[in-house]
Structure formats: structure tokens, C-alpha cells
T-cell receptor
């Protein structure tokens, strides 16, 4: 069975640009969460979606937004990129309850 | 506000030795405590998890010890192997029925197992 997939793998953007990251959850999983992992730190929670509704938001500015589609895949959008947005962006999916399975992440570099 | 504190930041253990990583949490509402293993360039992979109704859980060479009164939990890796060399994260969350729960992670421990 395919695990959580994310695209693209790597991305280089310039300050001020916009970026869209994509995630496909494990088949049958209805919940997707997004995390930001800055180099050398633990992942930080950004968003949680369940059945296409936002169920939680972390302490991130409004430049960050996300949505979940009817097929449960998800997009994370970041506007007006800053150098500090450079990080590994992780998507996690869950069937229900607490067990979250992470994808390989998208490495975003902002120059 | 860091709600989960993890130590040590790095750890070097000889092959066959025991690796011990500790975490402490502040939010008494947390009721699910997983450990994740992450290799460079990869996403975190769930290793083992525990609920506060038990004090210990063992899966193969990995054991979680949980002390609810002290608000601490630890990961023990028995018979550590070079392939265990990775970064380990503890995490904590509140379980919400029917939905995934926000994970609060520690800062990570980089484990190196030497020959």
C-alpha cells in the first residue's frame, strides 16, 4: 500500500513569491495535518483538516493557508514567502484517532 | 511555549549498548505519547507510543517508560545497532475521537551508534 505522498520533493523560491505544496494521504485516511520542520528542530503544527473541514490551526501567520479536497488530498499554500519559511514541510495522515503517518516532506528553500 | 522538553540533544552509544532519551511535558491534558524516528531527508516514522494508563510498553528492542506523576516519559533502545543512528523525537497530544490530534514535538535527539 502507498504511504503518504507529497509533491514536489524539493522547491526553490524567491522572497515574496507564493508556493503550493501537495499531499495525498494513505488510502482511506480522512484526516491530513501539516507541519513545518526547521533544520535542527522538531516539527511544528500548522493545520489539521478532517473531512474537508479545518479542525486546528497552529501559531502561524495568515500567509499560510490550506484546504482539503473531496478525495482527502490537501494543499498547503504560503504567500509572500520569507527567508524564514525555508523548512521541510511535512504532511501526516490519519484514519481516525491519534496515530499519524508522515510523508517524506517537501524541502522548501527561499532565497 | 515549549510544552515538551527533550534531552539529551545528542547521544553517542556503542553497539550493543542501551540508548536512553528523556522527555518531560507540561500540559496534563496530553494523553497520547508517541516516539518518532527520522533519518536524514525522510519524514518521521512512528516507532512506539503509549497512553498514560500504563507505565511501560515494549516493542522489540524499544521500550517506553511513563511516569504520570512526574510528567515524564523516556525511550529505551536495547542492544543499540548502527542502523538505529537517527534523530528521535518524542511527542504528545490529546486524543480527539474521530479526528487526528495535533502533535507537539520535542526538539529531537540525534543518536549515533558506534561500532
Amino acid at each position: 500500500d502507498a504511504g503518504v505522498t507529497q509533491s514536489p520533493t524539493h522547491l526553490i523560491k524567491t522572497r515574496g513569491q507564493h508556493v503550493t505544496l501537495r499531499c495525498s494521504p494513505i488510502s482511506g485516511h480522512k484526516s491530513v495535518s501539516w507541519y513545518q520542520q526547521v533544520l535542527g528542530q522538531g516539527p511544528q503544527f500548522i493545520f489539521q483538516y478532517y473531512e474537508k473541514e479545518e479542525r486546528g490551526r497552529g501559531n502561524f501567520p495568515d500567509r499560510f493557508s490550506a484546504r482539503q479536497f473531496p478525495n482527502y488530498s490537501s494543499e498547503l499554500n504560503v504567500n509572500a514567502l520569507l527567508l524564514g519559511d525555508s523548512a521541510l514541510y511535512l504532511c501526516a495522515s490519519s484514519l481516525a484517532g491519534q496515530v499519524q503517518y508522515f510523508g517524506p516532506g517537501t524541502r522548501l528553500t527561499v532565497t | 511555549q515549549q510544552q515538551v522538553k527533550q534531552s539529551p540533544q545528542s547521544l553517542i552509544v556503542q553497539k550493543g549498548g542501551i540508548s536512553i532519551i528523556n522527555c518531560a511535558y507540561e500540559n496534563t491534558a496530553f494523553d497520547y505519547f508517541p516516539w518518532y524516528q527520522q533519518f536524514p531527508g525522510k519524514g518521521p516514522a512512528l516507532l512506539i507510543a503509549i497512553r498514560p494508563d500504563v507505565s511501560e510498553k515494549k516493542e522489540g528492542r524499544f521500550t517506553i517508560s511513563f511516569n504520570k506523576s512526574a510528567k515524564q516519559f523516556s525511550l529505551h533502545i536495547m542492544d543499540s545497532q548502527p542502523g538505529d543512528s537517527a534523530t528521535y523525537f518524542c511527542a504528545a497530544s490529546r486524543i480527539n475521537t474521530g479526528t487526528a490530534s495535533k502533535l507537539t514535538f520535542g526538539t529531537g535527539t540525534r543518536l549515533q551508534v558506534t561500532l
